[in-house]
């Protein structure tokens, strides 16, 4: 379970950062003030919550001595990072099947060799 989680959060965490940079450059291009903080609270409404329960998972796997929190904990992470940024593109129609599928090929070639990399698969 925990090789798929960390997988999973590789992979998550890639299409986030790429996600990421894509909805960050959207953001520069914004003239109006007003829609720049529309985007902000538009992602922060999509990705806080699985980011606040990875936090509490964490820390309180760490208080707790639990074993194996941690790769849950990235999974909700990196999944909300994801989930948020895609949202956030979404909404700004940036989110077509074209740029959604370059981010995903993008995604599954970094992390694979990363995995493979690192010896993980």
């Given amino acids: 379970m925990d090789r798929i989680a960390l997988i999973l959060a590789v992979l998550l965490g890639i299409y986030a950062a790429l996600a990421g940079?894509?909805?960050?450059?959207?953001l520069v291009g914004e003239r109006m003030v007003a829609r720049k903080r529309g985007m902000?609270?538009?992602l922060a409404r999509g990705a806080a919550p699985p980011l606040a329960g990875g936090l509490v998972l964490l820390i309180a796997g760490a208080l707790l001595h639990l074993s194996g929190h941690l790769p849950l904990a990235a999974v909700l992470v990196a999944g909300g990072l994801a989930f948020g940024f895609h949202r956030g593109l979404a909404d700004v129609r940036q989110g077509d099947r074209r740029a959604v599928g370059f981010r995903l090929l993008v995604t599954a070639g970094l992390g694979l060799a990363i995995l493979w990399q690192t010896g993980v698969i």
């Fill in 21 to 26: 940079l894509a909805w960050l450059q959207r």
């Fill in 40 to 42: 902000a609270l538009n």
